[in-house]
């Protein structure tokens, strides 16, 4: 492989490396707050999951993946693979 071309493939793979650490980073955060949520769910005997309001989010977010020139149906995927998680998170707070 010319040095050229490998230089400029480690480049990119470093930023793909970086944005990587990024999302992991944000994905932390997301579910510190959405622990939060399920605590006060689980409080006030509200239920894990809120089919309204994951409905909005997902047209929310298709709607983002268009204007970023990003598959909305990936991203719907990645969200609901999220919220999935959210939900049985919520389930084993009210639970303990």
């Known amino acids: 492989m010319d ?3 490998r230089a400029e ?3 990119i793979r470093a930023s793909i490396d970086n944005i990587d650490a990024a999302l ?3 994905l932390a955060e997301r579910f510190k707050c959405t622990k939060r949520v399920g605590k006060l769910k689980a409080e006030h005997h509200l239920p894990p999951a809120d089919p309204d309001r994951e ?7 298709r709607a983002k993946a268009e204007e970023a020139d990003l598959d909305p149906a990936f991203a719907e995927k990645f969200l609901t693979f999220i ?3 959210v939900i049985h998170h919520h389930e084993a707070i009210a639970r303990d």
Request: negative net charge; glycine residues 0%; proline residues 0%.
């Open 3 to 5: 040095d050229d071309i």
């Open 9 to 11: 493939l480690e480049e």
């Open 24 to 26: 992991v980073h944000l």
């Open 55 to 61: 409905a909005r989010q997902i047209a929310r977010l």
């Open 83 to 85: 919220i999935d998680e």
